[in-house]
Each structure stands twice: as C-alpha cells, then as structure tokens.
C-alpha cells in the first residue's frame, strides 16, 4: 500500500522487446521508480483510512486472476499485504527488500538503481531514522541492520548486520528437524534460523519485520509507530509466502545433466558432501530425518574486512553471550541451492573467499565463489568443516556451479511457465480486456527468462555456455514474448504465449532431465 493507501498493482510499460536487461520493459522504466510506474493494472482512489481485511478480500475476490482461476482470493490478500502494506509506519513494505522482479531480494547492485527517495533509504532522509540503518554498508554491502538478539540497551548499539534473503520457496525450508527440541522458534525461517518473534512460526516473522523496518522511530511503539498485522492479515501472508516459489524437492539421482560438466558437478554435488546438508539441492538435510539444519561452517570469521568493526553475528538464538561480543551458539541456517545461482546474496553477511582453489575474492557474489568458501580453510576449520572436509579443485568448483546454474536455468523457465499460463488465463477471459495486467505478467515471465539465459551465459572466463542448444529456444522464447506484449490482437497473443510455453518446455528438458517443479499460484502475484 502506497503512503496514500492507494489500492494498486504495479505493471510495466505496454510493450516492448521480451528478455531485456534486468527485467526492464525500457530505460524509462530501468530508474525502478515504481511509486511512479507509468502503467497500472488497477488503481482506486486514495483513501483516507488503510484498507481492512474485509475491503482487501471484497477487492480481491474481484480481481482480473482470481476471476481467471489462477490463484485464490486469501493468497492474493497475502500478496498485496506482503507487497504493499505499509501497516502505518515509514513507508516500507516486504517488497522494499523482496522485489517482484528481482527474485525477492536486494544486492549493492539492484540497490545502486533504486530512486533516492525509495522508502529502502528512510534512514538518509528522515531525521527521526538516522540510526535505522548504516547506509554505507547498506549501499556498499548490501547489509541491512537488524536487532536480532533484542533492541535494549540501544538499538544503534545492540545489532548485527545481515544481507537479505530471497523468499522463494519457503514452504519448502522452513521445518525444523525431526527430534530438534528448540521451540520456540517454531520453523527455521533463514539466515540464523530464528528471525520471528513470538512463536517463531514463518507466520511471525512479518511481526517482526514491521516492528523492526517499518517503524516510524526507533521507539518502536505498537499503534504509534506502526500497527502491528493481525492474525487474518498474517494467516494470508503466510499463505502467500508458501505459496512462493516451488512447492516441491526434486530427485537428484535421478536428474541427468545435458552438459557434461554439469553432470560432472552433479556427481561432485552428491559425492563430496555438499548433499548432506542441501539433500537434492534444497535446504533440508539428507541424514538423520532431514529438516532444516543449523551449522557453524565459519563463514562469520570470513566476513568482509571492511565489516571489522561491526559487531559479531552470534547467529542462532540469543544465548550465550561470547567473547567475541556476539550472542548465540554461532550456527545458521541451511538455505536451499536450486535457486542460488540468480539470488545472491549467497550469506548472511559480505564474505570473503580466501585460501580456496579458485574465486578468492573480497565478497562473494556468484555462485562458484560462494561454492569455493566450502573449500577454503574457514569452513575446513569450522565445526561443520571438522565433521566433514570439503577438497574441491578448481574444475571441480566450476563444475558444481554449472550444475546449479543449469538447475536454477530450469527453475526459472518453470517460473515463467507459471506467469506465462496465468497470461494464457487472462487472454481467455478478457480478451484485449485487462491488457495491463497481461502485458506485466509477460514482462514478469521475461525477467524469469533473463535470469534464465544469465545462468546460462554469465559464468567463469574461460569455459563455455552452458546448454547452446537450450540458450537458442530461450532467445526465441524471448521474441514471443515480446510479440505477445507487443500485438493488439488478442488472438496473436494467445497463439504466441502458447507457442513460448511450449518452447520453454522444450529448452528446459534440452538442460536436464527429471527437473520438474511444482510452482505455487502466488508466483502470479505482482
């Protein structure tokens, strides 16, 4: 919800090309001012009291994809609280840190774009907020201040610094091991796995993001500084985000990898150990009942060393006090792998890479440089690392980032098949009706498509493309898209977005086979 309460989704502009850099439809657009989009699919009057439970059901159930069939009326509730409530405070939403079309999160990069006045900067430009944030780790690192372990004695002193994680999939990572007695929290909900108050269910976790971001002073006082959701509210906020992303795990014995050095890294992926923790390439663990798992793999001591004289992440709950100043057992979470290539950041903090067998770098910020850490002597001299010792060769390194980036390449077109079918709904409805709304799911299922193409193709000097085969469907892919965004003809567009669906199926079996994911319906949601 926008400051005004304005009721709105967000579109793109009318037409133009299909797989254009970073999602944009034009250079007008790339400025990612979306307060200010040109285009939208729906926009009421701007109301003087936020929206109820009540008015946001009666909205949705009259939504253009919930009439379509294409997702139900709580999920897109879910998905306008996540995306654009505000809940009274400063101006921020969920999706000031989790962006549609930046797969859920932020990095320097996607944050280097953003208008000055993004409500991702209220610390630099409202007093009131001055310590809300460090904005010179925020805009170098990508790192977000977070009162993880408790707000007194002062919030400006009592933090740590974290980078944001995406929230894809999340339905899939959150359950806690079998015969883990910690609860609360109640599910692990990323990065040191207890980020929710309360309960600590992923229910939760927007209590704490509003009482944490969206405040109005660092007071934090409940129906002053914001209001907190209610339990309707957080019931369909959790739907959404389970509803995010894949629903599924995949098998990874028995995937088969068309590029031979994928299929190598493959083999490496469930020989080596990286299985274990990351069983079929997801976040649960393939020993002991699975789950989702806490381990203390070092990567705190790699931090960045620019980030030396911010306090320590002690990660997993709040006790005990270390020496080191940090608070917890010094274990995080286990994220999941099938979409890593294209969501970085890869760690809870700007890591360093040093001492591995390629890719040593400042920060890590591609996926063999976050696969060279498990080979590098932090995480053999960690706890984790002491358990089960990593020894990668260079090669061998690249090979498992070319197996993750051909698993990610794959996820992504299912993305768009998603987005792309939602289109195929609304055409069928409305024909040239809704028009916007079509035109911003194609634009949407271009950016998986980019994504796509950019696992593909982005990789280290020196080696080839992945999947040559593959990358030529999802160029043509691209074109129908863009003709589908581009024609008057509701015909045109329906035979084009058929067309590219069955494209990309044919792209995503040319990659791998037995890669087959089940994506929830709020990947329809912008």
């Given at each position: 919800?926008?400051?005004?309460?304005?009721?709105?989704?967000?579109?793109?502009?009318?037409?133009?090309?299909?797989?254009?850099?970073?999602?944009?439809?034009?250079?007008?657009?790339?400025?990612?001012?979306?307060?200010?989009?040109?285009?939208?699919?729906?926009?009421?009057v701007a109301q003087a009291q936020p929206?109820?439970?009540?008015?946001?059901?009666?909205?949705?159930?009259?939504?253009?994809?919930?009439?379509?069939?294409?997702?139900?009326?709580?999920?897109?509730?879910?998905?306008?609280?996540?995306?654009?409530?505000?809940?009274?405070?400063?101006?921020?939403?969920?999706?000031?840190?989790?962006?549609?079309?930046?797969?859920?999160?932020?990095?320097?990069?996607?944050?280097?774009?953003?208008?000055?006045?993004?409500?991702?900067?209220?610390?630099?430009?409202?007093?009131?907020?001055?310590?809300?944030?460090?904005?010179?780790?925020?805009?170098?690192?990508?790192?977000?201040?977070?009162?993880?372990?408790?707000?007194?004695?002062?919030?400006?002193?009592?933090?740590?610094?974290?980078?944001?994680?995406?929230?894809?999939?999340?339905?899939?990572?959150?359950?806690?091991?079998?015969?883990?007695?910690?609860?609360?929290?109640?599910?692990?909900?990323?990065?040191?796995?207890?980020?929710?108050?309360?309960?600590?269910?992923?229910?939760?976790?927007?209590?704490?993001?509003?009482?944490?971001?969206?405040?109005?002073?660092?007071?934090?006082?409940?129906?002053?500084?914001?209001?907190?959701?209610?339990?309707?509210?957080?019931?369909?906020?959790?739907?959404?985000?389970?509803?995010?992303?894949?629903?599924?795990?995949?098998?990874?014995?028995?995937?088969?990898?068309?590029?031979?050095?994928?299929?190598?890294?493959?083999?490496?992926?469930?020989?080596?150990?990286?299985?274990?923790?990351?069983?079929?390439?997801?976040?649960?663990?393939?020993?002991?009942?699975?789950?989702?798992?806490?381990?203390?793999?070092?990567?705190?001591?790699?931090?960045?060393?620019?980030?030396?004289?911010?306090?320590?992440?002690?990660?997993?709950?709040?006790?005990?006090?270390?020496?080191?100043?940090?608070?917890?057992?010094?274990?995080?979470?286990?994220?999941?792998?099938?979409?890593?290539?294209?969501?970085?950041?890869?760690?809870?903090?700007?890591?360093?890479?040093?001492?591995?067998?390629?890719?040593?770098?400042?920060?890590?910020?591609?996926?063999?440089?976050?696969?060279?850490?498990?080979?590098?002597?932090?995480?053999?001299?960690?706890?984790?690392?002491?358990?089960?010792?990593?020894?990668?060769?260079?090669?061998?390194?690249?090979?498992?980032?070319?197996?993750?980036?051909?698993?990610?390449a794959t996820f992504n077109t299912a993305?768009?098949?998603?987005?792309?079918?939602?289109?195929?709904?609304?055409?069928?409805?409305?024909?040239?009706?809704?028009?916007?709304?079509?035109?911003?799911?194609?634009?949407?299922?271009?950016?998986?498509?980019?994504?796509?193409?950019?696992?593909?193709?982005?990789?280290?000097?020196?080696?080839?493309?992945?999947?040559?085969?593959?990358?030529?469907?999802?160029?043509?892919?691209?074109?129908?898209?863009?003709?589908?965004?581009?024609?008057?003809?509701?015909?045109?567009?329906?035979?084009?977005?058929?067309?590219?669906?069955?494209?990309?199926?044919?792209?995503?079996?040319?990659?791998?086979?037995?890669?087959?994911?089940?994506?929830?319906?709020?990947?329809?949601?912008?």
């Open positions: 919800m926008s400051v005004g309460h304005r009721f709105v989704w967000i579109t793109g502009l009318l037409a133009g090309a299909g797989c254009v850099t970073g999602g944009s439809a034009s250079s007008d657009e790339s400025d990612r001012d979306r307060e200010d989009a040109t285009v939208e699919t729906r926009q009421e929206l109820s439970l009540d008015d946001r059901l009666a909205k949705c159930a009259s939504d253009p994809r919930v009439l379509a069939g294409t997702v139900s009326v709580d999920i897109c509730v879910g998905a306008d609280l996540f995306l654009r409530e505000t809940f009274g405070g400063n101006g921020r939403s969920c999706a000031t840190c989790h962006p549609v079309d930046h797969n859920f999160a932020i990095d320097p990069a996607f944050i280097s774009t953003l208008s000055r006045y993004n409500p991702l900067f209220v610390a630099e430009f409202n007093p009131a907020l001055a310590g809300l944030e460090l904005p010179e780790q925020m805009r170098t690192h990508g790192l977000i201040l977070e009162n993880v372990d408790g707000f007194a004695p002062d919030p400006t002193v009592h933090f740590v610094l974290r980078s944001v994680p995406h929230n894809l999939s999340m339905g899939t990572s959150v359950t806690r091991a079998a015969g883990d007695t910690v609860n609360p929290p109640l599910e692990r909900t990323g990065w040191s796995g207890d980020g929710a108050p309360g309960a600590g269910g992923l229910r939760d976790f927007q209590t704490g993001a509003i009482t944490q971001h969206y405040t109005k002073s660092l007071g934090r006082v409940a129906d002053q500084d914001f209001r907190l959701a209610n339990d309707g509210e957080l019931d369909r906020i959790e739907l959404f985000m389970r509803q995010l992303g894949r629903t599924n795990e995949l098998s990874l014995a028995t995937v088969t990898m068309s590029d031979a050095r994928a299929e190598a890294g493959r083999a490496k992926f469930l020989t080596v150990g990286c299985n274990r923790c990351h069983n079929n390439a997801g976040a649960n663990a393939g020993f002991g009942g699975g789950g989702n798992r806490n381990f203390n793999t070092g990567v705190e001591s790699a931090r960045n060393p620019a980030l030396a004289a911010f306090p320590h992440d002690g990660g997993f709950l709040a006790t005990p006090e270390n020496a080191d100043g940090s608070f917890g057992n010094g274990t995080f979470n286990t994220p999941p792998l099938i979409e890593a290539a294209d969501t970085g950041p890869f760690f809870h903090t700007a890591t360093s890479i040093t001492g591995a067998s390629a890719h040593n770098t400042e920060t890590a910020t591609t996926i063999e440089e976050a696969i060279a850490f498990y080979d590098s002597p932090a995480f053999n001299t960690s706890p984790a690392g002491r358990a089960g010792a990593i020894d990668l060769t260079d090669t061998e390194i690249d090979d498992i980032g070319r197996f993750l980036r051909g698993v990610n993305q768009a098949v998603k987005r792309l079918q939602a289109a195929a709904a609304l055409v069928t409805k409305y024909g040239n009706s809704k028009l916007a709304m079509q035109r911003e799911m194609l634009r949407l299922a271009d950016v998986e498509l980019q994504d796509a193409i950019n696992d593909l193709t982005t990789i280290p000097a020196g080696t080839p493309d992945l999947d040559p085969d593959a990358l030529s469907q999802l160029y043509s892919t691209c074109s129908m898209i863009g003709d589908a965004r581009s024609t008057g003809s509701s015909r045109v567009r329906a035979q084009a977005i058929a067309n590219a669906i069955t494209v990309l199926t044919t792209a995503s079996g040319q990659i791998g086979t037995n890669l087959t994911y089940q994506i929830g319906d709020a990947t329809v949601m912008f």
